[in-house]
């Protein structure tokens, strides 16, 4: 079954979060775990990143942390680009050690029916198989004429 969310939804949520755990985030700009992140911390979200591969780098003015428990300011959003097998041990970290989370947010092609419940019951908004900076465009008209706008510019275009 394909969850459907309404606009107002998904523009409250974005319009509330303020500061998104990006969990898998690569350092590699061609990634779209990089370019995601990047895009949200432009348009002014604190990102935190999320990946112990890159523990201690800096991305998008922050320092790479290895696990939630690493993390010290309050996280609104967790946003998940790891496989959808992946998603209830995030789930339940990010429940047991982010005291302020209010959304599970899970990237195109992840989603996971069990965790997705778990988290609802636990009273957290969750977004499925969707794309916070696809969303953050459509809703508030970013998007180009071609349908989308990847935020990266090439002179080979």
């Not at 995601?36 to 935190?48: I, Q």
């Not at 990237?107 to 996971?112: L, P, T, Y």
Request: charged content about 20%; aromatic content about 8%.
């Amino acid at each position: 079954m394909t969850e459907t969310y309404t606009d107002a939804h998904l523009r409250d949520v974005l319009q509330k979060t303020k500061v998104v755990a990006v969990v898998g985030v690569s350092t590699n700009p061609v990634r779209p775990s990089y370019y995601v992140a990047r895009y949200l911390s432009l348009k002014g979200y604190t990102v935190v990143p999320v990946n112990p591969v890159y523990a201690g780098q800096t991305l998008f003015g922050q320092t790479v942390v290895a696990d939630f428990a690493d993390i010290d300011a309050p996280v609104d959003m967790v946003d998940i680009f790891r496989r959808s097998d992946a998603v209830p041990p995030i789930v339940d970290a990010a429940m047991a050690q982010l005291p302020h989370l209010k959304t599970i947010w899970m990237q195109i092609g992840v989603a996971h029916a069990e965790a997705a419940a778990k988290a609802r019951a636990a009273g957290l908004t969750v977004i499925q198989n969707r794309c916070p900076k696809i969303e953050y465009q459509r809703l508030f008209g970013e998007l180009r004429m071609g349908g989308f706008n990847t935020g990266i510019i090439s002179s080979k275009l």
